[in-house]
Nanobody
Framework: QVQLVESGGGLVQAGGSLRLSCAAS????????MGWYRQAPGKQRELVAS???????NYADSVKGRFTISRGNAKNTVYLKMNSLEPEDTAVYYC???????????????WGQGTQVTVSS
């Protein structure tokens, strides 16, 4: 059993900052890539940022220069620092991780429950 638990969402004014956190726990052998996705009302879920086990990062064009993804020292956590937030960033943000479990031995995509980020103008 693997769980991804997110925290850090909330309401912020345009131009403000938030930091999202996501911690993975359970029967984990290794964690490969981790990332953040978001889904706004009426829109498809989209990739915001991702980071590999080797710390290579990838960002959506809309957040480049404003958002920073990083992993904790224990490598089972991922953070998303969001600066210069815009109303267009309003969405439910989901943590994603590609995890190899111990029992059964397999690699699967896991998702967090989502955390709401609302940016007011």
């Amino acid at each position: 059993q693997v769980q991804l638990v997110e925290s850090g969402g909330g309401l912020v004014q345009a131009g403000g900052s938030l930091r999202l956190s996501c911690a993975a726990s359970g029967s984990i052998s290794s964690i490969n890539a981790m990332g953040w996705y978001r889904q706004a009302p009426g829109k498809q879920r989209e990739l915001v940022a991702s980071i590999t086990g080797g710390s290579s990062t990838n960002y959506a064009d809309s957040v480049k220069g404003r958002f920073t993804i990083s992993r904790g020292n224990a490598k089972n956590t991922v953070y998303l620092k969001m600066n210069s937030l815009e109303p267009e960033d309003t969405a439910v943000y989901y943590c994603n991780a590609v995890i190899t479990t111990v029992i059964p031995l397999r690699t699967t995509d896991y998702w967090g429950q989502g955390t709401q980020v609302t940016v007011s103008s």
